[in-house]
């Protein structure tokens, strides 16, 4: 009996303790007299964009970390939205772990402004914000507002694709073309088998990156490699603001009895993105060819005299060797060049 009623204690002592420890525990989380978000600076309150400042540091923020009542990691992310909009619109840029001063080069403001669909030429007011969390359970807390007036300027940004299909080396990546600076890119990649990782910089180099957390979600200076889902020539959309990227098939080739496949079977081309045109060189005989996409009859290019027609007829190859191969599909136009 006397074990018995030890052991009774014993278990109501334990139950009295775990009680009160998470009574604290919550009590400290939910106080938010202990909670003080953090400060934004920013050096200036209007900001003069143009194509001959794109490289210079054009602003400067500098802040103060927020006190949660306890220690944890911070996430820190600047907000960008149109003045009086609530947010509803906004652009969001993480701020490094425990930085408190950034600066950003008069390229990437206009392209953070650029995004949140203002006019160009003409200025706009923005409001500008921190929005501080520690995890997905407890509320974020935000900063006082700063005010921001700037006017951007009509320009074209780019990504670069550093990855394994042209074995990581800096020089050699493809880009990716936002041609409004509105923040989505879109770029055709050809993808070897067993070499589909890379990952998405704005500079041909590593200084900044974007990695990946799962399948189509993107990180800013974090994350793993960005993996394609399959091999071939796939074009990628890439959303920074929305941080998400998507593939779908975008492949151009040719048939023909001219070429090493016959009839049968396309021979893929490249896209050359900087250039947009795609191109191939390849050893051809006497015959004919047409340009097919996606390896089907639905869209395909016959012509005549350097002139691509939809549908049209058959491209004579007059004699054999091997060419270079250039086709321009928003202008229309092929060469056939024998080496």
Known sequence: ????????????????????????????????????????????????????????????????????????????????????????????????????????TGNELNGYLLSLGVPTGT????????????????????????????????????????????????ANAESLISPTSDGIYTGIINFPEGKLTFKLTPERNWSNSYGETEPGKLVYNGGQDIKAPRTGNLELQVNTNTNTISYKDHNWGIIGSATPKGWDADTDMKYDNANQVWKLTVSLTAGEIKFRKNHDWGTNFGGANGTLEAGGANITVASAGTYDIVVDFNANTYTLTKK
Not at 30 to 39: C, N, Q, W
Not at 74 to 83: E, F, P, S
Not at 126 to 144: E, G, H, M, Q, Y
Request: glycine letters at 4%; hydrophobic letters at 45%.
């Open 1 to 104: 009996m006397k074990i018995r009623h030890y052991i009774g204690m014993i278990l109501t002592l334990f139950v009295v303790f775990q009680s009160c420890k998470k009574d604290e525990t919550q009590a400290r989380l939910a106080s938010d007299d202990a909670i003080k978000p953090a400060t934004l600076t920013l050096d200036k309150i209007a900001v003069t964009l143009s194509k001959d400042n794109a490289s210079d540091t054009v602003l400067h923020l500098t802040l103060v970390q927020p006190d949660f009542g306890f220690q944890a990691a911070v996430t820190n992310v600047l907000q960008i939205g149109l003045k009086g909009d609530n947010f509803k619109t906004v652009k969001e840029v993480v701020i490094p772990n425990g930085r408190t001063s950034l600066g950003f």
């Open 123 to 170: 200025v706009s007011d923005f409001d500008v914000r921190l929005k501080s969390s520690i995890n997905t359970k407890i509320a974020a807390v935000f900063s006082a507002l700063a005010s921001l007036k700037a006017s951007p300027y009509a320009s074209t940004s780019y990504l670069y694709a550093i990855g394994a299909y042209e074995d990581w080396v800096e």
